[in-house]
Nanobody, 114 residues
Framework: VQLVESGGGLVQPGGSLRLSCAAS????????MMWYRQAPGKERELVAS????????NYADSMKGRFTISRDNAKKTVYLQMNSLKPEDTAVYYC????????WGQGTQVTVSS
């Protein structure tokens, strides 16, 4: 199993970023996927999840209305569109697969700052 995140960077408050997580080594279309984040000095927290078909999504309360999780099973990729970014969204963002065991990507840094 391999999960590779990309798309992070430095963005000003109010800006947008789209994160991608490219998956390989398993049958992607069979599994739900999740995005987590970890800010400095804080515990890792769930951002959003999406069912295997993409038909069901869930978000942490602080991300509702600003973030959108989606997936392309043909491309074996899960996305996180982040809009109206705030400084408190600064964190390393990870995608996760739960397949008996939890598999994590290496993370991508998102910094929201003017």
């Amino acid at each position: 199993v391999q999960l590779v995140e990309s798309g992070g960077g430095l963005v000003q408050p109010g800006g947008s970023l789209r994160l991608s997580c490219a998956a390989s080594g398993f049958t992607f279309s069979r599994y739900a996927m999740m995005w987590y984040r970890q800010a400095p000095g804080k515990e890792r927290e769930l951002v959003a999840s999406i069912s295997n078909t993409g038909g069901s999504t869930n978000y942490a309360d602080s991300m509702k209305g600003r973030f959108t999780i989606s997936r392309d099973n043909a491309k074996k990729t899960v996305y996180l569109q982040m809009n109206s970014l705030k400084p408190e969204d600064t964190a390393v963002y990870y995608c996760k697969l739960r397949m008996g065991y939890d598999y994590w990507g290496q993370g991508t840094q998102v910094t929201v700052s003017s």
